[in-house]
């Protein structure tokens, strides 16, 4: 067990203020304090070499559980251990051995070029010479960023920095990685690029990785199983491929007509899940698709059809609207 | 020896960095010319309505070489790492160094040093330049070893500023915007270091305060030295004081450091 989390809870205090000057006023006489409970008693565990998807909406926790489990917060009460120390004690050894990359955050020096700063991290972390010219070498082949390496960071593209700020968290070769929306705001190029490049370290390696992006490409191309959390508590545990378990009965037809079809005809097989007159889309019962596939080409002119999954999207997004300690229940 | 290259890279990248902002520090330090023409007007206006030969045991020329010199040793020890600490306490920028393993009081201190040793460049050939000029044309003699015990308090000056303004940059922790203290705090400690006009102005009394306090340790002592207002025996107790409140200083910035820490990993910056 690389990553053991117990129980843990975040809790922060806030001030609010009514709107308008008045309320600016009595504000700075008495505020009254309110208490947001970020991470509400989390549990989970991760194996090593694992790539585990975290996710949940904007403010679930997600962020606040990672610092904690990086050591840049105290939580509020529980237990965390990485690696066998616990992160907060911000132990040498523990620092050596992991890393983190904020896909908001940056590290490298902004006016001087990459490989400095990748430098000032190999002194950093006692690399030894020909280990980091070996792996940087790997890594500048494999993201294609070699010949960017002596450019100013400033003037790199958000893309190249990203793939370089890669490089700076990964060039200790750690054993654990943190990954906080590392392909936020990127191309799709980049994002496969970056992807790519994650899952080849994983299997070189063997790396922990624990992973949030609102991408779902990202978490399905990467992560067998998946950690949901939802208002600060976990809503679902288990492999990503039954977060969808409970579609796993209806299937979707999408249909192309050559000319404008009402959508209102084909009510009557399942749910209009789209509709554009040219192009409609229709959420069917498992057991009835073969039927209604026959009719609904006998009775229409269609120029193209399809049958399709239900996508993990809408799985996911049906844990993220339940309420807060409604636990959907883990199908593995 | 591992531990000691962490610090070395951070030394050299500071300066690589100043050199970036060659032409930036070319134009603070062409700004001071500003000040320095108002402080010769202001005292040569003094002087002239004086019926003494001095003011405050200062004859003219000494009280013009004084500001001037003030000016200079002024920017010499000045710092500007302290909104860098504020950015990275406001903005999160702390994280990437509690989880490396570094020290950030030293980590910032090579960082700066290295900054320092590419201004120090310029503004030591400033200082050259006018003591040049004032032996040749004020008749002012400087002797070798105190151009050499000048050099010696101004390094320690520098370290003594550093921990000093690394004490007031921790304050970023428990204020949301540190723009107004910082300003404030940097004005106030420039006066009481001596840096507008010589400390003698403030009369015996506060002399004899100042005496104990950090801050003349920083502007007025460096220059007293090279200006032969000081005797041997007086600089060496000025070292030894300069070393004792950086002792003082370096750990009274650490235990700040660690209460502010746990504040922010309590509150997540």
Known sequence: MVIKVDNLAKSFDYYQKELGLKNSVKNLFKREKLVKEAVKGISFEIDEGEIVGFLG??????????????????????????????????KKELKMQFSIVMGQKNQLWWDLPA?????????????????????LEEFTEMLDVKELMKVQVRRLSLGERMK?????ALIHNPRVIFLDEPTIGLDIISQRKIRDFLKYYNQQRKTTILLTSHYMNDIQDLCKRTVIINEGCIAYEGELAKVNESFSNRKIIKLKFPETTDSLLLQEFGTIRKSDGFNIELEVEKQLLKEYSKI?????????????????????????????????ESFA | MKVLRKYLKAFELGFQNALEYRVNFLLSVTSMIFPMTIQFFLWTCVFSNSTNQTVYGYTYEQMITYTILA???????????????????????????????????????????????????MVGLLIALFLGIISRYL???????????????????????????FCISTASFWLDEVWGVFIA?????????????????????????FDLLPFKYTISFPINIINGKLGFDLIWTGYLVQLVWIGILTLVSALLWRSGTKKYIAVGG
Request: glycine fraction near 10%.
């Open chain 1, 296 to 328: 609904i080409l006998d009775r229409f002119t269609v120029s193209d059809f399809t049958i399709e999954d239900i996508p993990i999207e809408d799985g996911i997004a049906l844990i993220y609207q339940k309420k807060a300690g409604e636990k959907v």
């Open chain 2, 71 to 121: 000016a200079l040793v002024t920017k010499m020890i000045s710092t500007g790492f302290e909104w860098e600490v504020a950015g990275d306490v406001k903005n999160g920028g702390l994280n990437k160094y509690i989880i490396m393993p570094i020290g950030y009081f030293q980590y910032r201190i090579s960082c700066f040093f290295g900054a320092k040793i590419a201004h120090l460049g």
């Open chain 1, 115 to 135: 490989n400095e700063s990748l430098y000032l991290n190999k002194c950093i972390y006692e690399i030894d010479d020909d280990v980091y010219a070996d792996t």
């Open chain 2, 139 to 165: 008749g002012l003699q400087v002797e070798a070893i105190r151009v050499v015990l000048f050099i010696l308090s101004g390094i320690l000056s520098i370290i003594l500023n550093y921990t000093l303004v």
């Open chain 1, 164 to 168: 370089m700020e890669l490089i700076a």
């Open chain 1, 57 to 90: 909406p904007n403010g679930a926790g997600k962020t606040t559980t990672i610092k904690m489990l990086a050591g840049i917060l105290y939580p509020s009460s529980g237990n965390a251990t990485v690696l066998g120390f616990v992160p907060w004690e911000r």
């Open chain 2, 185 to 209: 705090v940097g004005l106030t400690f420039n006066m009481l270091s001596g840096g507008l006009f010589p400390l003698e102005v403030f009369g015996e009394a506060l002399q004899r305060v």
